[in-house]
């Protein structure tokens, strides 16, 4: 891979995950910006820039389509398909850290229900009008919510668990890796198995709620990515690549609807916005491929990107947890105005919940290569050339 694409990559990982944890964070102790008193232009700043959670997790589908989908497809292109290190591979990534994000945030979850709500987030949410706490915890805190999570049917089939509400673009993630999966086989598959591979893909689709499959084709615009990367002469210049993407994530934050909380939008809206936004980034990511100095921070965002994944996942019932010992024990409200306490006590909560998933990822995400290599033995998986994603 081009090394400038790579370090991109890697920025736009860490930077996505953290994006939405300071967008969780702030809807919780700060005030939405309508509530504000002084709404000063750094005031309108630093809520733009801090409400970026949501562009967060459509750059997360490209970039996931490009690792995983684009790597794969040329893999497969040129040595044939490797169903079994695909399964290998996927399953260690996700669920290394995903069975730990599980169960610790279900103790955090029960923790909190039974003994620190004073603030009633894990009872009434509702009242605090934020979309990330749409539901009552209480309620999806059972066997039957856990199981529905481990196997991926959060948005299907059940909610997601307790109060870690970024679980549900998890299943969309995994969904796609089995669909892509199957379009893959069929392509590069015998006739007799292109048939098979074809309706179960087919399937699939029809089992799979609408917006699973029309969400995909953004997660498919990061195979495009690679492949225009790939085997097109022609890429944009970087300086249009970088106008394009913030033009793209400013439409897509300024578009939303305020009240989205009380008055969901259509789903035609937010498709076209979420595209849009992928295209932007596809856009960014392919003109860095033409960049002829090197981008700095190599290192740093290996070592921030190596721990995005726990970041997404691990942080909403801790920012939960901590949040209520705040308002129960400490007298910290929650929502209060931006001013210097509120900040500040903004800054120090994901400065903190930061240090916890990096501390999780060391005993989870960290381990991955070990745990792919574990069922790479279990499933007999031949060794391959070049780098696993």
């Not at 799979?208 to 990061?222: E, H």
């Not at 190596?306 to 409200?333: E, R």
Request: glycine share 8%; charged share 10%; proline share 3%.
């Amino acid at each position: 891979m081009n090394e400038n694409v790579s370090i991109f990559l890697n920025a736009s990982r860490w930077l996505a995950a953290v994006a939405v944890l300071i967008s969780h964070v702030r809807h919780l102790i700060l005030v939405d910006l309508v509530g504000v008193t002084n709404k000063t232009l750094l005031c309108k700043v630093f809520y733009f820039i801090t409400g970026l959670g949501h562009e967060a997790v459509i750059v997360f589908f490209v970039i996931s389509g490009f690792l995983v989908g684009g790597h794969t497809w040329e893999r497969w292109r040129n040595e044939g398909p490797r169903l079994r290190s695909f399964v290998s591979a996927r399953v260690s990534r996700i669920y290394t850290v995903l069975i730990p994000a599980l169960l610790v945030g279900l103790g955090f979850d029960a923790i909190g229900l039974h003994w620190i709500n004073a603030s009633e987030l894990y009872t009434n949410a509702l009242k605090y009008h934020t979309i990330s706490l749409d539901n009552t915890l209480s309620g999806t805190l059972n066997l039957g919510t856990f199981i529905g999570n481990l196997f991926m049917l959060q948005g299907i089939l059940c909610g997601n668990l307790g109060s870690n509400s970024p679980l549900w673009s998890l299943s969309y993630e995994w969904w796609y890796y089995c669909l892509f999966g199957l379009v893959a086989l069929s392509t590069f598959a015998s006739p007799k198995r292109r048939v098979v591979y074809v309706a179960l893909a087919g399937s699939l689709v029809l089992v799979l709620p609408m917006k699973f499959v029309v969400w995909g084709s953004i997660w498919g615009l990061g195979i495009a990515a690679y492949m225009w990367i790939k085997y097109s002469r022609w890429r944009p210049h970087p300086l249009l690549g970088m106008v394009t993407l913030i033009v793209a994530v400013g439409v897509s934050r300024l578009s939303h609807n305020t009240s989205n909380v009380a008055h969901r939008e259509p789903i035609s809206i937010e498709f076209i916005r979420d595209i849009f936004l992928g295209i932007g980034y596809v856009v960014a990511l392919v003109s860095t491929s033409r960049l002829s100095l090197r981008i700095p921070g190599v290192r740093i965002n290996e070592r921030l990107a190596a721990f995005s994944y726990t970041t997404y996942l691990c942080h909403f019932p801790v920012v939960m947890l901590l949040v209520s010992v705040g308002f129960q024990w400490f007298g910290l409200d929650l929502q209060v105005q931006p001013t210097v306490y509120g900040v500040a006590y903004f800054f120090g909560l994901c400065i903190t919940i930061f240090a916890y998933c990096f501390l999780f990822s060391l005993v989870t995400e960290r381990h991955t290569a070990q745990v792919r290599n574990r069922l790479n033995s279990l499933l007999a998986v031949r060794k391959l050339s070049g780098a696993g994603v």
